[in-house]
């Protein structure tokens, strides 16, 4: 089967990380191409994966009305010629809101688009940007009107259908792919760079979804022999915000980390504070490395993550006192995870199979 991937890059995210796992899943038995609209790549591409670029910038701008009808006609003509060097092509499957408008207005056939974020959490915080913002967001939903619809969990898929902005042909739910046997694998290699001193880590871009202030303030709640791990992509600005909570001396930033793996096996827990998810990829990770887990029970994902005994762990939204409360619980207790009931639902091996479902 010859399946394409369209991204709007490949620069360090969550939905792009998603989409190399299983690509390098389906590229055991499949033709896989991943089209990057922007030439823009941090992750390290294997090298049997196929990975090409459709725009020779950042290409941000490629889907506005003054420019759309040029990046359609030069989408199509890619998928031309890549139909006549590899045949058919099965499956395709469209990531974020550029390529989603691009793909949308396109010709292409067999297109799903995988939602990987709450539409109305992504609304509403566009609003505060201003109305610019919001319709251009607004109008990329509303531009998937009639498409089938891939959700990457039951809480966005539920969103959608019982809202009235976006009308899928089709929708269905089909978890995040996560490589386990590689996750654990690299969650024992070496790296010096990791403390020896306690401490507890939070993974995710330094922006307002993930509610870096809220954890800052739980931090500061808790025993000074702590420190505070960020996987961010914005160390100076992280710095200055941790100082507004005092807690600058126990931060440890090492920026952009291609294996996430061993500083997540290494810490006491991993802290989630976000707003929003789509699915909250990092709760899973840390479970399949044996690392507790503390989670704001924000809309969607983590929920249908941390189940049973593990429910335990969820706090409301932006309540650092809670948050601070359960992190000590967390601390105290050191809950196994390791058999977490998801775990056996996101194995790359079963995701794959559901994606290769999709095709007519």
Known sequence: MNVVIVIDSLAGGGAEKVMLTLAEQLIKDH??????????????????LKVESLFSDKATKVDRFWKINKSVA???????????????IDLVLSNLDRSNNLLAKSAVKNVHFIMHNSVNAELARQKKLGPFSYRYLK??????????????????????????????????????PFNLEDIKRQSDELNTKIPNSPYLIHVGRLAKQKRHDILFKAFAKLDKKYKL??????????????????????????????????WIK??????????????????????????????????FGPSEILTGELANYLVPIRNSEQLALKIKQVLANKPNVENAEILQKVSAEHVAQQYLALRR
Not at 153 to 166: F, H, M, N, Y
Not at 268 to 292: C, H, I, M, R, Y
């Open 31 to 48: 033709c896989v191409t991943i089209l990057s609209l922007a030439n823009k790549f941090e992750y390290t591409i294997r090298e049997q």
């Open 74 to 88: 030069k989408l199509e003509a890619w998928f031309s010629s890549k139909q006549q060097e590899i045949g058919v």
């Open 139 to 176: 109008k990329s939903k509303q531009n998937l009107n009639g498409k089938s619809l891939v959700c990457v969990s039951k809480g966005v898929e539920q969103e959608i259908t019982q809202g009235d902005l976006i009308m899928p042909s089709a929708i269905t739910t089909i978890y995040n």
């Open 229 to 262: 791990v960020l996987l961010c992509n914005k160390p100076a600005k992280a710095f200055k915000l941790a100082k507004e909570y005092g807690i600058e001396e126990q931060l440890i930033v090492p920026g952009f980390e291609q294996n996430p793996y061993n």
């Open 266 to 299: 290494h810490a006491q827990a991993l802290v989630l504070s976000s707003d929003f998810e789509g699915f909250g990829n990092v709760l899973l990770e840390a479970l399949a490395v044996g690392t507790p887990v503390v989670s704001t029970n924000c809309t």
